[in-house]
């Protein structure tokens, strides 16, 4: 039973196009976050949602925006995607110490 | 800006014998540190982390020393095992419940 799970796995889009990337946690944990692992393999954090509140907002472009309809669920959507997005999505949840990942959401702009 | 440190992109060790994975950081105020672990087309998933109050914690095979004064921790996992073969994330927050900063991972192999 996975603890955090993101669909898709994998996402190969057009640029120019809007696709959304869900994510949700079963563990109860009250805070959520998305990181992007860019091709340097960063991992970099993206926004951070506590009980469906926006805390951290990482001078992300306007064109990513995210939805916590419920403090279980945080989804991303991107607008008129770019090249420059392609990169693997993360996302996370955690109650105080450390963070339990999801396994990912590769997403290729072509 | 890198807050926190890998400069080992790629690391080789023997099975059985000590596996050091080394990280430098930047930021004073970080207090908490923590290290993952993590597999191809998995995320990230915690292995062991330590408080700036101290200096060394050990989890079975694991232990993280930290070394505040040269702002320096490091990893070592005694014996390696082949399933420990993995790319490995140091990371930093100011306290436990502010945002992690990850490093950029170092490559471990272990070799049989």
């Known amino acids: 039973d996975t603890a955090v799970s993101q669909t898709p796995k994998y996402l190969v889009t057009q640029m120019g196009n809007d696709k959304s990337i869900k994510c949700e946690q079963n563990?109860?944990?009250?805070?959520m976050y998305w990181y992007k692992q860019d091709s340097k393999k960063f991992l970099k954090i993206m926004f951070s949602?506590?009980?469906?509140?926006?805390?951290i907002n990482e001078t992300v472009p306007n064109r990513f925006s995210p939805k916590s309809p419920d403090k279980a669920h945080l989804n991303l959507h991107i607008n008129s995607l770019e090249l420059g997005d392609s990169a693997v999505y993360f996302c996370?949840?955690?109650?105080?110490?450390?963070?339990?990942f999801g396994s990912g959401t590769r997403l290729t702009v072509v | 800006d890198q807050q926190v440190k890998q400069n080992s992109p790629s690391l080789s060790v023997q099975e059985g014998r000590i596996s050091i994975l080394n990280c430098d950081y930047t930021?004073?105020?970080?207090?908490?540190f923590l290290w993952y672990k993590k597999y191809p087309a998995e995320g990230p998933t915690f292995l062991i982390s330590?408080?700036?109050?101290?200096d060394k914690n050990e989890d079975g095979r694991f232990t993280v020393f930290l070394n505040k004064s040269a702002k320096h921790l490091s990893l070592h996992i005694v014996p390696s095992q082949p399933g420990d073969s993995a790319v490995y994330f140091c990371?930093?927050?100011?306290?436990?419940?502010?945002?992690?900063?990850f490093g950029k991972g170092t490559r471990l192999h272990i070799l049989p």
């Open positions: 996370a949840s955690s109650q105080g110490q450390g963070y339990t």
């Open positions: 563990l109860g944990h009250d805070t």
């Open positions: 949602y506590n009980n469906k509140e926006l805390i």
């Open positions: 930021n004073s105020m970080f207090d908490y």
């Open positions: 330590i408080s700036s109050i101290k």
């Open positions: 990371a930093a927050s100011r306290g436990r419940d502010d945002k992690i900063i």
